[in-house]
């Protein structure tokens, strides 16, 4: 089989894309498979959802702790229809999906502020699925959801019982890993 490393692939895009100047920091250069398909033939991916600042972040620990946001998180771990935690714009598309683990914790940017991190490890995600989990799971530390309705919002296959949709400003993808 034929492999192209990310390397090559990134500037063949960027010269048939008429790039001029490019501001890209490549932290890793691998070969891969040519038939790889980057959205289909993923294991896992990670996502990293980064919201609210520090004083939420400290009344999310103080009013509720860890456990209810540790509960919440571990009840969304498994394969599951996530139709509650997807928007409409993945319509006749499976719903079904596993989630292997999911980490709530706090960052501290280099310039002092505490954000609250949610990261999202699993098969593959739905379009805003991870913003509205993280929503769903910022409801939970607020106390706006109880934790123990996380698999009744899971069963209900409706988003409206779900939390909001966060802001994407904060949505980075981690890791991923093909086979």
Known sequence: MRSISMAAM??????TA???????????????NIGIVAQISAEQCAY???SVPTDTAV??????????????ADALCGTYDFTSFTSD???GKSHVRRIDSVT??????????ELLRFTFCGNGFLYNMVRILSGTLLSVGLGQI???QIPAIIEGKSRPLAGPTLPPCGLFLTDVTYP
């Not at 990134?10 to 010269?15: K, M």
């Not at 709530?104 to 502020?113: F, Q, R």
């Open 89 to 91: 714009k993945t319509p």
């Open 10 to 15: 990134l500037a063949a895009a960027v010269v």
């Open 146 to 148: 109880p934790a123990a």
């Open 48 to 50: 990293c959802c980064v």
């Open 59 to 72: 009344e999310l620990d103080a009013r509720f702790g860890q456990s209810c946001l540790r509960t919440a």
């Open 104 to 113: 709530v914790d706090t960052v501290t940017l280099p310039s002092g502020i």
């Open 18 to 32: 008429g790039v001029t100047s490019l501001a890209v920091l490549m932290v890793m250069v691998v070969t891969v």
